[in-house]
């Protein structure tokens, strides 16, 4: 069954640090892959985008996000977090099969502390 | 800004009861989607429907039901609430059928007592 793994539910880091968020998925082949942002009691935000191509992807924020085959990973990264950054991230895949629907992970919680 | 409008932004109602949520696309857009977000399941895909036309199925109840009408905008109905039906109701949208890249409402708060 198509599976967007979050492996950290959440993860705290100190505002200027530089900061990792995982993301796994399990297709039969390779997905579309998205990263969201959601701050509390909003919406989602589109982060960023991976289609094909390039496997390093930027995106607003400052973010940025690898695209590894071999790993079968997509993972968030920003060299210096902001305490405007604290959120949830949400890590989505989908594929143009039978409509377009996107599997969401979990989610990972970021704190940023000053 | 996403473009995507969904009224109302919350709702609190009784178990048993019938809603109504509203979603509008934005401007152009064909697709529709609706997504639960729940503690307990997290974000779930529900449905999509294209141009009219439900095109696929996910995770949705059979006390859930939805449509979209010729002016684009759809409406998701949701009957005999239940306490666990409580979640934020997403809409999103994309300009055709095979675009992959989806942009979200603000979400309507349910809130079932």
């Known amino acids: 069954a198509q599976s967007v793994t979050q492996p950290d539910i959440h993860i705290t880091v100190s505002e200027g640090a530089s900061l990792e968020l995982r993301c796994n998925y399990s297709?039969?082949?390779?997905?579309?892959l998205f990263w969201y942002v959601q701050s509390p009691g909003q919406g989602l935000q589109l982060l960023l985008k991976?289609?094909?191509?390039?496997?390093l992807v930027q995106g607003i924020k400052g973010f940025e996000a690898e695209f590894k085959r071999s790993q079968s990973s997509f993972n968030l990264r920003k060299p210096s977090v902001h305490w405007s950054d604290a959120a949830e991230y949400f890590c989505?895949?989908?594929?143009?099969?039978?409509?377009?629907?996107?599997?969401f992970g979990a989610g990972t919680i970021l704190r940023v502390k000053s | 800004d996403s473009g995507v409008t969904q009224t109302p932004k919350h709702l609190i109602t009784a178990t048993g009861q019938r809603v109504t949520l509203r979603c509008s696309p934005r401007s152009g857009d064909l697709s529709v989607y609706w997504y639960q977000q729940s503690l307990d399941q997290g974000l779930q895909f529900l449905i999509q429907y294209y141009n009219g036309e439900e095109r696929a199925k996910g995770n949705i109840l059979e006390r859930f039901s939805a449509q979209q009408f010729p002016d684009l905008h759809s409406e998701l109905n949701l009957s005999s609430l239940e306490l666990g039906d409580s979640a934020l109701y997403f809409c999103a949208s994309s300009p055709d059928y095979w675009d992959p890249e989806q942009y979200f409402g603000p979400g309507t708060r349910l809130t079932v007592t």
């Open positions: 989505a895949a989908g594929v143009m099969e039978y409509g377009n629907k996107l599997v």
């Open positions: 991976y289609f094909s191509g390039d496997t």
């Open positions: 297709y039969g082949a390779t997905p579309y």
